[in-house]
């Protein structure tokens, strides 16, 4: 019976070694060779096993569009200094800067009647028939001077502005290209918020020597206008 | 039938259309207590709605410094860049309401202008691309209106801002080639009437408002010619702008 105890120590001991020996505790002085790191590799061309079922949300804000250009034809009298009052056609645009400045081009033409002079003596001829016509091209500057409301009846309000321009410009008739400057006053009407009507009264004066004197003649225009906001 | 059927086909087309419109519009959910919608485009017009926290607004378009906008409820009226700009996107992030392009670093320049070219008046309109803040490239062309000719002159050339950074004025310097072509008023006519030509220029620019400013330019040229002595000619401009 002695034997019994020490068989019983010597098996648990043998156990306990063979249980301790996968620990590092037993490991302690050969220490150089590190575990292989465990790699699991994916076999290639194959997918993975796990695949994002997300579908991304395609985050995109709308641009907001600038109505800032507006584009237009009018049409009106053309009172020509010495030469009497006739029709007038053009077109316009305009990029506004600010509620208030706002930069303007003009295109027209007209083509002027007879000079009282050729009415008195039918036989005088100041203008040939191919330098009747008169044209200009204008870049202006314009001011909104009184922008406001106009009412319609109880229930209807159109915004409007009151504005001057100043300006530069090429004025062609009988046939000479001629520096001229031009003031003008103007009232816009905004039918709706993309269409606007204008009314407009502007002066281009310029040099002329066609009367032998060289003054400063006043071509001043009345005009109605459409004109569009994109 | 038929005519019912056509009916729905064309209020499901209406309304495919009309939803499709509304997703193409800026949505910004309001902030700051409230947001005021005005009656027009501009300081003066009075608040006629205003829609209040959390609410959802709809952006149509801008003129100048102003947004049309809708409220929920299918008001519709003006907002200011400075109320809309303090609104949100759904997501939390800030309202992608551009601020004022800065002067001191913007891209592009449109202007036009009055000036003296040879003695004659000049009406002049330009634009300008900026490389950095201090190096330009400008595209000029110009007519000069005379007495004895016109002149119609197309230039290019390159520009250095000394300090961009200076907002009022701000001197510049400049150099490039131009051509002109004159056509006779009064007779005798002109040598030569197409030229190539060469200039330097000193000028200033300067901010006005907004996206408005000011700039000054002189310029020597010397005309190319085939002629004994070398024509030069003198310029002095001034001319409004729009920068982008």
Known sequence: MEIRPRSVLLTAALLAAVLLSGCSWFRRGGQSAAPAPVVAEEPQGEPSIVEPQVTRRDVHTPKVKAKDFELGAYFGALAIQDFGTNPLYGVRAAYHVSEDIFFEAFLARSEAGKSSLEDVFPGITVVGSSGRQFTYYDLDVGYNVLPGEIFLGRGRAFNSALYVTVGIGDVKFANQDQFALNFGVGERLLITDWLAAHIDVRDHVFESDLFGVTKNVHNVEATLGLSVFF | ?244
């Open chain 2, 1 to 244: 039938m038929l005519r019912l059927l056509a009916r729905v086909l064309l209020l499901q087309a209406f309304l495919a259309v009309s939803v499709h419109a509304a997703a193409e519009n800026l949505q910004l959910v309001v902030s700051e207590p409230y947001l005021e919608m005005h009656s027009g485009p501009g300081r003066g017009y009075p608040v006629i709605y205003v829609i209040g926290r959390d609410e959802v607004v709809t952006v149509l378009y801008s003129r100048t410094d102003w947004y049309k906008v809708r409220a929920p409820r299918g008001q519709e009226g003006w907002a200011r860049r400075e109320e809309l700009a303090l609104t949100k996107l759904a997501s939390g992030e800030p309202a992608p309401i551009p601020p004022y392009p800065d002067f001191a670093s913007h891209r592009w320049e449109v202007g036009a202008g009055y000036g003296v070219y040879n003695r004659q008046n000049l009406v002049t309109a330009y634009a300008d691309f900026s490389f950095t803040d201090s190096l330009d490239i400008e595209a000029v062309i110009q007519q000069a209106l005379g007495t004895l000719d016109n002149r119609y002159v197309a230039s290019i050339g390159i520009r250095h801002t000394m300090i961009p950074e200076w907002k009022w004025f701000s001197p510049t310097v400049g150099i490039g080639t131009a051509y002109q072509h004159i056509s006779e008023k009064v007779p005798p006519a002109p040598l030569e009437d197409n030229n190539q030509l060469a200039y330097v220029s000193v000028g200033a620019r300067g901010f006005i408002t907004r996206r408005f400013m000011w700039r000054f330019d002189w310029r020597a040229y010397v005309v190319f010619n085939n002629l004994n002595v070398n024509e030069e000619l003198e310029e002095w401009k001034f001319g409004l702008a729009v920068f982008f």
